[in-house]
């Protein structure tokens, strides 16, 4: 398996893959992607077995230092020379997971980022989920004003 940056033909297999890992009202839906991948495709990290998309990592750049929830609707707020790597979603279809294919992606985006030069990378995760980032460097920066899908998210961040 290896990981591979998206394509505008990835569109589908893409939202399919969102709509198994988040319930409805948190994922991003096919004019979502369409207009990521538009304008930064670069910031897809996908991993396929046999062909088939199993899991990948998305999300813009941008010199703002918090994740909000207008970057997830405006594609446009994307700044290629940005200083945070932001990650709106780290997919795996559920028969996949408890392997290591999710921490491989956000391994290779970390990377990317860093060779990138950006300041760091930032991420909103669920309370039950804050070791999993915290295992990577991440640190818990509490609540985020974020209301994403009528959830409460904690804003995590990895500082180069």
């Known amino acids: 398996m290896e990981i591979r940056k998206a394509v505008m033909e990835d569109l589908a297999a893409i939202t ?3 709509a198994e890992c988040f319930p409805e009202a ?3 839906t096919e004019k979502d ?3 990521r991948l538009e304008a930064y495709p670069d910031h897809f990290w996908l991993l396929e077995d046999e062909g088939k998309l199993i899991g990948f990592v998305n999300g813009m750049v941008t010199d703002e230092p918090d994740l909000t929830d207008e970057m997830y609707e405006d594609a446009s707020m994307h700044r290629a020379n940005g200083r945070w790597q932001m990650i709106f979603g780290v997919d795996t279809l559920p028969e996949y997971r408890r392997r290591g294919y999710a921490e491989r992606l956000l391994r290779r985006a970390i990377e990317d ?3 990138q030069g950006r300041a760091g990378v930032v ?3 669920k309370d039950r989920l804050i070791h999993y980032y915290a295992k990577f460097g991440f640190a818990n920066e509490g609540v985020s004003e974020s209301v994403h899908g009528n959830a409460v998210w904690y804003q995590m961040r990895l500082r180069f």
């Open 16 to 18: 399919a893959v969102e």
């Open 26 to 28: 948190e994922a991003a």
């Open 33 to 35: 992607f369409r207009a």
């Open 113 to 115: 980022a860093k060779s």
């Open 123 to 125: 991420l909103t995760c």
